[in-house]
């Protein structure tokens, strides 16, 4: 299941849904929660901007999650990333792995948050004191 | 007629995201295209020249040599930083 949305979510409810999609069939829940911070590159960021391609995002959400359900032997997995303005400590991206043991749960979780980072077309511009800027790829 | 899509700091230097044109008959691949787009000014040759950029094709990244076709949504952006 993958999400992309302005909203913020509640990762303790994605959990609970989580567990009860799996039905019995799962040992082990893993999930990794990503937050704003609020500095980067030694600078303070006072608010982050989220831009995406909206349709190749989710083409490709799906595809991160399909190949981590198959490479894992998952029995659900979840990627929820939201877009538009954010602030420092919010939440932005949370993935979580459902499978019959720990070792593929963390394995299938540190897949999919490294895979986002360097496939999903998503690109943040952060507010610092020296103005707007886009974040370059590798410092986030 | 194609669809082409600029993302992020491309779509600000170039002060476009999205356009519609019909493409010249000699121009059959993304590299030709981004050359093209290149002679419409100084601003285009640096931002569009930036060999870090990716491209995709109807929503799937592609190399400079992919072939576009008619209809096709073509798009340029620099390397993602989500997550």
């Known amino acids: 299941m993958i999400r992309v949305q302005q909203a913020d979510f509640d990762p303790g409810l994605e959990l609970e849904q989580l567990r009860k999609r799996c039905a019995g069939r799962a040992g082990a829940v893993a999930s990794f929660t990503g937050l704003v911070r609020d500095r980067n590159d030694g600078t303070t960021v006072s608010r982050l901007t989220l831009e995406h391609y909206p349709g190749m995002t989710e083409k490709v959400l799906d595809d991160i999650a399909a190949h981590a359900m198959t490479r894992w032997e998952l029995v659900d997995a979840v990627i929820i990333h939201r877009v538009g303005p954010l602030a420092p400590n919010d939440r932005i991206v949370f993935v979580a792995a459902a499978c019959a043991h720990r070792n593929n749960a963390f394995r299938a979780c540190e897949y999919m948050i490294d895979v986002l980072k360097t496939e999903a077309p998503f690109w943040k511009q952060e507010e610092t004191p020296h103005g707007r800027r886009w974040v370059e790829a590798g410092e986030s | ?83």
């Open chain 2, 1 to 83: 007629m194609v669809q082409l899509r600029y993302f992020a700091s491309l779509r600000e230097a170039l002060g476009i995201g999205e356009e519609q044109l019909a493409l010249p008959d000699n121009i059959t691949t993304v590299a030709q295209l981004s050359a093209w787009l290149q002679t419409r000014g100084t601003d285009w040759q640096q931002a569009l020249g930036d060999p870090r950029l990716h491209t995709a094709i109807n929503q799937a990244v592609v190399r400079p040599d992919a072939r576009i076709h008619d209809g096709d949504e073509i798009a340029w952006f620099p390397p993602v930083t989500g997550g």
